[in-house]
């Protein structure tokens, strides 16, 4: 069965253009060029990527990414936005998106990000399927459900912060950089990207630190990159 792309764009000729790319790669896609239809369409459809501009009529991209995300923390995200600002970057992100395009963008680079998402979505759920629970203690990773837990209480992370804790706690104490990151979670390494890793480990870590007693797990190496590791708090 053909996967379908949600796109929400409100200049016409870039929605069409991106549509009449997406078909002729095998997808099937439905458009809007309204904000508000693109968040009904949203809520009420079932799509395997969502591609939504921040500036829309009526309903802005950003508050359709929150409302999505308050439903569905899986669904692939792209924002789609002409501002070319660190500021609109990371508003994007942080309502849930797991990656963005900044205006304007090739038609190959747009080709090459929905196949990494899409990608990546495929392959967790062979993680899901096939990896083994990670345990620290009174902390589990469970791929098999793509559920995080501190001792009864359950933590709700996207799609992405799962792939990116599940990746990290893989391998303890060992450090990665953004561009390693970049390459190893979301499927590529693009000059320029690095605020999406930037963003994503600190509403990971957000939601991590949130939970009453649970260890620091995400750690900052300054000028070189992140790594987790587990010491429970005696």
Request: with cysteine.
């Amino acid at each position: 069965m053909s996967q379908r792309i949600l796109i929400v764009e409100d200049e016409v000729d870039l929605a069409n253009l991106i549509e009449i790319t997406l078909n002729n790669a095998g997808f099937v896609v439905q458009k809007f060029y309204c904000g508000q239809q693109g968040l009904e369409a949203a809520l009420s459809g079932k799509y395997d990527l969502l591609m939504l501009d921040i500036m829309l009529p009526l309903v802005d991209g950003l508050e359709i990414c929150r409302q999505v995300r308050l439903k569905d923390p899986l669904t692939p995200i792209m924002m789609l936005t002409a501002r070319d600002t660190e500021t609109d970057r990371v508003m994007g992100l942080n309502m849930g998106a797991d990656d963005y395009l900044t205006k304007p963008f090739s038609i190959r680079e747009l080709q090459a990000r929905v196949s990494a998402l899409l990608r990546r979505a495929c392959l967790a759920q062979t993680v899901q399927e096939h990896n083994k629970d990670i345990v620290f203690a009174d902390f589990v990773i469970e791929p098999s459900c793509h559920k995080v837990s501190y001792g009864q209480r359950e933590i709700e992370l996207t799609s992405t912060e799962f792939d990116l804790l599940y990746f990290l706690a893989q391998h303890p104490g060992q450090v990665f950089n953004r561009s390693q990151l970049l390459d190893s979670v979301w499927g590529y390494n693009h000059l320029g990207y690095e605020h999406t890793v930037n963003s994503h480990i600190n509403r990971l870590r957000a939601k991590l630190e949130q939970q009453e007693n649970l260890p620091k797990l995400v750690h900052t190496i300054w000028g070189v990159g992140y790594k987790f590791e587990y010491a429970k708090v005696s």
